[in-house]
């Protein structure tokens, strides 16, 4: 929608424009070049009452109604990734622990860590996804997507990289923090045009018990693991899940401890 529908919308208006021009023309060559006020509102009201302008409505909401779909599916597919890595945080932010507006910072931590990887887990995550939608239909459920063997790797994997990156616990945790805490002040419509949306003095509400719940939820599932998939994991990370995260939650323990 972002993409096409304001361009539907400049077509839908300079069609109209150029309508109302013509007829303009017409009307002024039947009164020997002339035009006056009374003229202009006779064209407006005929073009509004007729039955050709209700048509071109009609086709013109098909049109930005079509944009829309194609671009929430879109959106869905680019998404795949993102809902993959925060899906074990559903009820974290269900609960309203946390305002949803603030997974959009949680994704740029995420991006930041895996860099490049992005891209092709993405699109490997939307080919699943475009796959098993196809084969379910209206019975498609994200938790197939999510326990699927290949998007398993694939979250397994960034956990390993979230997990390598606090190393230096506490250093991490404060950038972290600072990341989770920010909010968007301002929205840009254009290059220099922007719609302030606060007065950037408040920041957003993560302390440590958002901290520990956060990252309690997004390990819980490798606390689960079957015999099967831990066989599973080392293949597509190289490491055991003890030797990939027992260092981060230990010190996600002794943080928890005050230690």
Not at 180 to 187: E, I, L, N, P
Request: proline share 2%.
């Amino acid at each position: 929608m972002f993409a096409k529908g304001p361009l539907l919308i400049r077509h839908a208006v300079v069609t109209m424009l150029d309508a109302f021009a013509k007829t303009a023309q017409e009307t002024a060559a039947r009164n020997g070049g002339k035009l006056d006020s009374a003229d202009i509102a006779r064209i407006g009201e005929a073009m509004k009452s007729s039955g050709e302008i209700e048509n071109f409505y009609r086709a013109v909401f098909g049109q930005v109604v079509a944009s829309i779909v194609e671009s929430q599916n879109q959106h869905r597919r680019i998404n795949a990734f993102g809902r993959l890595v925060a899906h074990p945080l559903g009820d974290f932010f269900q609960s309203r622990r946390l305002d949803r507006a603030l997974l959009h910072n949680f994704f740029f931590f995420v991006q930041a860590l895996v860099g490049e990887a992005e891209s092709d887990w993405n699109a490997t995550c939307a080919a699943v996804l475009d796959e098993m939608r196809d084969k379910a239909g209206e019975a498609f459920a994200w938790d197939t997507f999510y326990n699927d063997p290949r998007t398993q790797a694939i979250f397994w994997q960034v956990l390993v990289r979230i997990a390598q990156s606090f190393k230096r616990f506490d250093t991490r945790r404060d950038w972290f923090m600072r990341i989770m805490q920010h909010k968007q002040t301002s929205v840009s419509l254009a290059p220099n045009k922007y719609v302030q949306l606060g007065d950037g003095l408040d920041v957003a509400q993560f302390g440590k018990d958002e901290f520990l719940s956060l990252f309690d939820s997004l390990f819980a599932p490798i606390k689960r693991l079957t015999l099967q998939e831990v066989v599973r994991f080392e293949a597509a990370t190289g490491l055991t899940p003890k030797a990939a995260f027992d260092r981060f939650l230990s010190d996600l323990d002794r943080y928890r401890r005050g230690d």
